[in-house]
């Protein structure tokens, strides 16, 4: 198991020293609906309130400035901002209390311009009004949350089966972190026909060469089950029935896409891959008069695995350069040729090689295809002396890594990430990313950028300080009966019964999410920040009647 | 450790510039405009109902993250002059470019009047509109200060102080920009009324929360997205610009979830998505009330009901169509820049015939041993997804470039 990240001694709730509150007009989105100078009057009433400043634009420097020179006067140890929602803005508030001695942790923000927006004129005061004094009240409860630096271990996981997982491997290497491959096939495919810059043959073994240990591939293994945090996760994989632990930093999973076999092949009598055909290319056979490229499929895994139509287009010029008067037809429903390859696309059509549009999968008639054209409606018939088909891309093993590692699959059985935009290669899970394929089928340069993205964010998240706690539950040994209904409530596994028989809760693992509190039969577990003395005064001040 | 220059501060370089920071890598970001985000920042949210991962949230996101870190210096409205070698560094002369305080200016229009190459665009704000220096300035202000003197609020800068900066390794992200599509005469853009570009839909979105101020204060009843303007072909880029399937269907998807009878009719050539996009194709073919066209417009002219009216041809026959909307929206696509020409000059590096950078052997370096990079969609069209990766790939790079100088 992991080492527990233990918390520091109970940090105790200290009397506030004064409470500084800053009111924004946000421009007048806020000042036109809300009667600002009533709010700062209600504030200032609050005898733990210190210091109360009306600005304009509180996120722009000028304020900002005088915000913080009023922190570092005044006998301020916590701060309200009561003004925005734009997300941007709490960041620079905390950035800028930190400067000025504050802890992040006493830092509140109130969110009157979603109200102004939201709410006519007569709603808007008193809500907001209420919302105030609700913030004063809980910034005054409010305590510094346990916070502990963790050594991170050295060493990544990589769970993959291809040239995605072989990338983000050399990237860590390069980085000087050690990389243990758990492959669920049984060999590391070292370069597949899709990849647009496929590793040199032999090039796996020279890399295990260069760095000796810190580099172990273990074919046909899976992972079992992993716990921990950033920095630290243990990890449990097995191999011909047999398990092994680990401690890790973080996880890469590379799953990559398998080839599978697409129904047509046998359908069409002599068709061959793609795959085949450009072997047949690069041995400069001699090809045949009419050769059709059926870039379709007709199940919905075609409609899952999207037709490379970069190969067709790749492989029916080349195929024209070697045989120019052969004929060469390419049918598919679209030709998806992103950014350079348009211009290998022009050229193929300039060259001679015909594109036939089509959505439904044309019929074998007696040495040719008949298609049924999707512009004209017409049937055209196509004499085909070798007919090329793609086979379908298929990603296996995410649903036993999603098991695993506890991470959720999205409606098309792959990986589920954060945000796939703004953290493109993230998992909900601290130091565990995704690429290749595991989050999105991905073809061509996509699974090595990502590898590569992934490498790179693993990396710098171990390189620097890890911390780990924040809001996280407590647990008051006295009241503690040792009833296990923590251990058992909690999705994340982070209580256990400690030396003493009383649980204990490694902050670390704990999300704050707060079950365990609202389990806990003895009422001993408690959340930093939403104790329950907290959000029972929250309440009452937010119900309490309007003072006219 | 002198850090890195980050040229650009769109999403690449955003990323890019994060990602060193998290390193612990000091780096300047040098960017022409006066505003951070690049092209990315324009552009509206489409997910009305739910996210459908239309990339927009990235510029509010990332770009006050470049704040957080005490490692990243920022230089707005400023320009890269000269880069010089210097004893295995980089000076790196700094220039300011003109730039119009938003605070100072209240858009009387004086400066677009006097200004010489109509440099000077108006932008919706949200305390009104004001006017912001395009890149498009080519004069240095001894040359052509009439703005300046034209002013009566003093609201022209001319940035912050010239300066010189030495660094170890550069880094080049000075992406896309969005085809201008005047170019294009027979689409009609800025000659007839409700013909807008996907650039100028999503601004409009994003400003006003709805496109019915174009179409005259009513709500449109009937839309057509004109796709692959200024991609796949001249005028515009040869290659495809890859992002604008993906947007304008989104936009389309947006539109939608306004108005569930709005007629939407897309004209197109191919419909180009990634794997991950599938959903959203699935809608387009079964949604009832929208058309998909395999037909490049011919031309765009103002009908007699004063609405855009589209002339195409289909291939089922043989008769010229011409149909009326009440809004037509050209999916413009991606232009490489005019700054990275200047730029792969002043480096000594070749570009592709399209004006892209090119890796040689290595992709993102140009030439690794001296610790020039270059990441985003100046490489080639990307989509912000791209980007990001991208940025996050090069600041490794550029970081393990940098201890190998230790």
């Given amino acids: ?548 | 450790m002198r850090g890195v220059l980050i040229i650009g501060s769109g999403t690449a370089g955003t990323s890019a510039a994060i990602s060193l920071a998290d390193r612990g890598v000091p780096c300047t970001i040098v960017e022409r405009s006066p505003r951070l985000g690049g092209l990315a920042s324009g552009l509206a949210c489409k997910g009305r109902v739910q996210c459908v991962n239309c990339d927009v949230c990235m510029s509010t996101e990332r770009v006050p993250r470049l704040f957080r870190s005490g490692l990243i210096r920022i230089i707005t409205s400023s320009e890269v002059s000269t880069i010089e070698r210097d004893r295995g560094m980089y000076r790196v002369g700094v220039v300011p470019c003109r730039s119009i305080d938003p605070m100072s200016c209240n858009d009387c229009g004086d400066c677009s009047v006097v200004c010489p190459p109509k440099a000077i665009e108006v932008l919706p704000g949200k305390k009104g509109s004001w006017r912001v220096m395009t890149s498009s300035c080519p004069f240095p202000i001894e040359e052509c200060a009439s703005c300046v003197d034209v002013c009566s609020q003093d609201a022209i800068r001319t940035g912050q102080a010239a300066c010189e900066l030495m660094v170890d390794a550069i880094i080049v992200a000075v992406g896309n920009e969005a085809f201008d599509a005047k170019m294009d005469h027979r689409l009609g853009y800025g000659l007839v009324n409700g013909v807008i570009t996907g650039l100028d839909a999503e601004s409009e979105v994003n400003q006003n929360g709805s496109l019915d101020r174009i179409c005259g204060g009513r709500p449109p009843k009937s839309v057509a997205f004109i796709q692959c303007v200024g991609s796949r072909g001249r005028p515009g880029s040869e290659q495809c610009s890859k992002v604008c399937c993906k947007y304008s269907m989104k936009l389309a998807q947006s539109l939608r979830a306004w108005d569930p009878n709005l007629e939407i009719t897309f004209f197109m050539m191919d419909w180009r998505r990634y794997a991950a996009e599938d959903s959203i194709v699935a809608w387009g073919l079964s949604d009832p009330h929208l058309t998909l066209l395999r037909s490049r417009p011919a031309e765009i002219v103002s009908g007699s009901d004063g609405r855009p009216s589209v002339r195409y041809a289909l291939a089922t026959d043989d008769t010229v169509a011409e149909k009326g909307f009440d809004l037509v929206i050209l999916s413009i696509g991606l232009m490489p820049s005019a700054s990275g020409r200047e730029i792969a000059g002043s480096l000594g590096v070749r570009q592709s015939p399209q004006g892209y950078f090119m890796s040689e052997g290595n992709p993102g370096r140009m030439t690794d041993a001296k610790g020039l990079f270059f990441c985003g969609s100046c490489a080639g069209p990307k989509d912000i997804e791209e980007c990001v990766m991208d940025g996050s790939i090069i600041a490794a790079k550029a970081s393990t470039y940098l201890e190998s100088l230790k």
């Avoid at chain 1, 709730?13 to 946000?26: E, L, M, N, R």
């Avoid at chain 1, 490379?308 to 598919?332: E, N, R």
């Avoid at chain 1, 019964?497 to 577990?525: H, N, V, W």
């Fill in chain 1, 1 to 548: 198991m992991t080492e527990r990240a233990k918390p520091p001694a109970h940090a105790a709730i200290v009397a506030p020293k004064g409470i500084g509150v800053f009111i924004c007009s946000c421009g007048g989105a806020i000042s036109r609906k809300l009667d600002v100078q009533r709010l700062r009057g209600m504030a200032a009433a609050d005898p733990n309130v210190r210091d109360v400043l009306c600005t304009d634009r509180c996120c722009e420097e000028p304020a900002m400035g005088k915000i913080k020179l009023s922190l570092m006067a005044g006998d301020i140890d916590r701060l309200i901002v009561v003004g925005c929602s734009v997300r941007a803005a709490p960041e620079r508030f905390v950035q800028m209390a930190e400067s000025a001695g504050i802890c992040p942790d006493l830092v509140t923000f109130t969110n009157l311009l979603d109200l102004c927006a939201g709410h006519p004129k007569a709603e808007a005061q008193p809500n907001a009004e209420r919302m105030l004094r609700t913030a004063i009240k809980r910034s005054a409860m409010l305590q510094v949350t346990p916070r502990i630096d963790v050594d991170g271990s050295g060493t990544v996981l990589v769970i993959g089966n291809g040239p995605s997982a072989i990338t983000a491997s050399r990237c860590l290497l390069d980085e000087g972190l050690s990389v243990i491959v758990v492959n669920p096939a049984q060999r590391l495919e070292e370069s597949d026909h899709q990849s647009v810059i496929p590793l040199e043959g032999g090039a796996l073994e020279q890399m295990a060469k260069a760095v000796g240990d810190r580099f172990q591939v273990h074919d046909s293994a899976e992972v079992l089950s992993i716990r921990g945090h950033l920095g630290n996760y243990a990890i449990i994989w097995v191999k011909g029935g047999e398990s092994w632990k680990e401690k890790v930093g973080g996880v890469i999973v590379a799953l990559d896409v398998v080839e599978s076999e697409n129904p047509l092949l046998s359908r069409f009598p002599g068709a061959i891959t793609q795959e085949e055909f450009e072997t047949k290319l690069k041995a400069l056979e001699k090809l045949p008069r009419n050769i059709v490229m059926v870039a379709l499929g007709e199940d919905e895994r075609a409609e899952r695995s999207p037709m490379s139509t970069h190969d067709a287009v790749h492989h029916s010029m080349h195929a024209k350069g070697l045989a120019p008067s052969s004929m060469i037809t390419v049918i598919s429903r679209e030709i998806n040729a992103f950014g350079q390859c348009e211009v290998g696309y022009r050229k193929a059509q300039e060259m001679g090689v015909r594109f036939i549009r089509s959505g439904s999968v044309p019929n074998y008639v007696d040495g040719g295809l008949v298609v049924k054209d999707i512009h004209s409606g017409f049937d055209i018939r196509v004499p085909a002396d070798l007919i090329v088909v793609d086979n379908y891309a298929e990603c296996f093993g995410t649903r036993s890594v999603a098991k695993a590692l506890h991470i959720p699959l999205t409606s098309d059985g792959n990986l589920a990430r954060t945000n796939p935009k703004s953290r493109p290669v993230a998992t909900h899970l601290p130091g565990i990313f995704l690429c290749g394929s595991a989050s999105e089928l991905n073809l061509g340069a996509g699974p090595t950028m990502s590898a590569k993205a992934a490498a790179s964010r693993l990396a710098s998240l171990l390189r620097s300080r890890i911390t780990v706690g924040g809001n996280v539950a407590e647990v008051d040994q006295e009241r503690c009966s040792s009833c296990l209904t923590c251990v058992r409530t909690c999705p994340y596994h982070a209580p256990s019964i400690g030396k003493e028989g009383k649980a204990e809760i490694d902050i670390g693992l704990c999300q704050g999410c707060g079950m365990c509190a609202a389990a806990c039969p003895s009422k001993a577990i408690q959340v930093y920040s939403y104790r329950d003395d907290q959000i029972v005064t929250e309440i009452a001040t937010a119900l309490e009647e309007d003072e006219q």
